[in-house]
């Protein structure tokens, strides 16, 4: 079964490196969101086993995005994509209720240990 993936990032250069990487560990497709507010939008609960969101974008910011599809769907995990400067951040997305978090930039494998971790490996 392949995992359906929700991508949010503000930066379409970002989001090709987010989705080679995931066609590179077995993710053929996924849905896009250039931008926080469009995320929320396209989530439906149920409809996703995994969102991947940026942290700063306009409209709404990758934290509001976790806020608001937590209030949706409790369960689906979502992994915040953040710099190294903003990892002192991360106790505040944990508490908004983010599953996990990479780095950027990031390798595919360290994507895939995520994706496993999480159940959505290929």
């Not at 080679?20 to 996924?30: H, K």
């Amino acid at each position: 079964m392949s995992s359906r993936v929700l991508v949010a990032d503000d930066s379409s250069t970002m989001r090709k490196i987010i989705l080679r990487s995931l066609q590179a560990v077995g993710v053929p497709d996924a849905t896009e969101a250039a931008d926080g507010a469009e995320a929320v939008a396209l989530f439906k609960p149920g409809e996703f086993d995994l969102v991947l969101t940026d942290w700063n974008m306009p409209g709404k910011t990758g934290l509001e995005v976790v806020q608001e599809i937590r209030a949706m769907d409790k369960n689906v995990p979502i992994i915040m994509i953040t710099t190294e400067a903003e990892k002192g951040r991360v106790m505040q997305a944990i508490q908004a209720g983010v599953s996990d978090y990479l780095v950027k930039p990031f390798t595919a494998d360290t994507l895939r240990e995520k994706l496993d971790k999480h159940g959505c490996g290929a």
